[in-house]
């Protein structure tokens, strides 16, 4: 039984690089709440987070860069080579994560967590799951992942690779296996049966009978008194997406359906229908407990003080469900002038990564903002889950 009444927690591992966040991401599409516990393990180190203190003075100031933050590449050349520093850093943080995986699935709303860590199985955590779900990739797919999103050498992708729990023992403690080694339908198929099967009273559409949004024409009629309906994306709208970035784009962007499709294995989308056409569209993400508007497309004729308000409205709500703490909206700066009104009515303020103090916040918007995009921002909620000590 759930260690939490009326939750059923699912628990999602994997070794590195095999793909765990879009799993999780998939299982959130479906609606369940995602937890990163592997995020949450960073916070603990920042700056501005619980472990920090204790992780600064058991490695060294070597580990501490000039902006007073954990270097966690240099410390992750550490304890990767070195299984005993790997679990004297575990001994720290691990403590903090659990705690916080307590108290964000006691306050869900959603009745489905998923825990995604990659210790899971070692953990205090794995006991408190009602199923465990193992992602697996080939051994090849991992170590080229590694070097093409995290910049790896082929020597330091084995490294980090060899320094993980053998996956074989991870499968064979799993009650759900999903291969994540081919496209996105054909893991998204697995993902939706294993929730239909396993997770208590759940319904979801089959993906190809889920209507989808017709394209709109680049110029549309407005009319006197437009309305506007407001509406999540499905991956069976990744055709109209397409289109309609590219159109709102003057392909700029060239985007397939395929692309949209590999898109919401990291993102949802919001999709705003002007009277009976897509006028605007969101594509959005809550990662460690921050939200990043990061695709924003307006057609021309549509003006942003119609469409902002309902769209941002429908974003915070599904993030405060989410948990998340802060929405940061990257908007490119011709929409600026049409936006602005709408924004601040909003409660969204312009800013940049280096006035933000939380740094979780600020790696956001460094990860996150385009090339050229506005930086604009909003508090969600008071309270951090990962507060110093």
């Known amino acids: 039984m759930s260690r939490w009444p009326g939750k059923y927690v699912i628990g999602l591992t994997g070794n590195i690089a095999t793909g765990k966040s879009v799993v999780r991401k998939m299982l959130e599409h479906l609606g369940a709440f995602g937890i990163d516990a592997d995020g949450l393990s960073h916070r603990a180190m920042d700056r501005s987070g619980p472990a920090y203190a204790q992780v600064a003075q058991t490695f060294g100031e070597l580990i501490v860069g000039d902006d007073g933050q954990i270097d966690r590449e240099m410390l992750g050349g550490i304890v990767f080579a070195n299984p005993k520093a790997l679990a004297k850093l575990e001994a720290i943080v691990h403590p903090y994560v659990r705690q916080a995986v307590d108290i964000l699935t006691a306050r869900a709303q959603q009745p489905v967590i998923v825990v995604e860590a990659i210790k899971l199985l070692e953990s205090e955590i794995a006991g408190w799951c009602d199923s465990v779900w193992v992602v697996d990739v080939p051994p090849q797919a991992q170590a080229a992942r590694l070097m093409h999103k995290r910049g790896l050498t082929a020597e330091q992708a084995q490294l980090r690779i060899a320094a993980q729990p053998s996956q074989n023992d991870k499968i064979a403690k799993a009650d759900v296996v999903i291969d994540n080694g081919e496209s996105f339908e054909e893991t998204w198929s697995q993902v939706q049966s294993h929730w239909l099967r396993l997770v208590p009273g759940q319904v979801v559409p089959d993906l190809d009978d889920m209507v989808a949004m017709t394209p709109t024409a680049p110029q549309m009629t407005l009319g006197a008194a437009p309305t506007v309906m407001v509406r999540r994306g499905k991956p069976a709208d990744a055709a109209a997406i397409a289109t309609f970035i590219n159109q709102s784009t003057q392909n700029a962007r060239s985007l397939t359906r395929a692309d949209v499709m590999a898109a919401f294995g990291e993102k949802a989308f919001v999709l705003a229908q002007v009277n009976d056409s897509l006028g605007a569209l969101a594509g959005w993400q809550v990662e460690n407990l921050v939200t990043r508007v990061d695709d924003m497309y307006v ?89 110093p000590v």
Not at 304 to 332: C, G, H, M, N, W
């Open 299 to 387: 057609l021309d004729n549509v003006p942003p003080d119609l469409i902002f308000k309902p769209l941002l409205e429908s974003i915070e709500t599904a993030s405060r469900e989410l948990q998340s703490e802060a929405a940061f909206l990257f908007v490119p700066p011709a929409l600026k002038g049409g936006a602005a009104a709408a924004l601040a009515q909003a409660g969204y303020e312009e800013t940049s990564a280096d006035n933000l103090t939380i740094t979780a916040w600020r790696d956001a918007v460094r990860e996150s903002q385009p090339a050229g995009a506005l930086v604009f921002f909003k508090k969600l909620r008071e309270d951090r889950v990962m507060r």
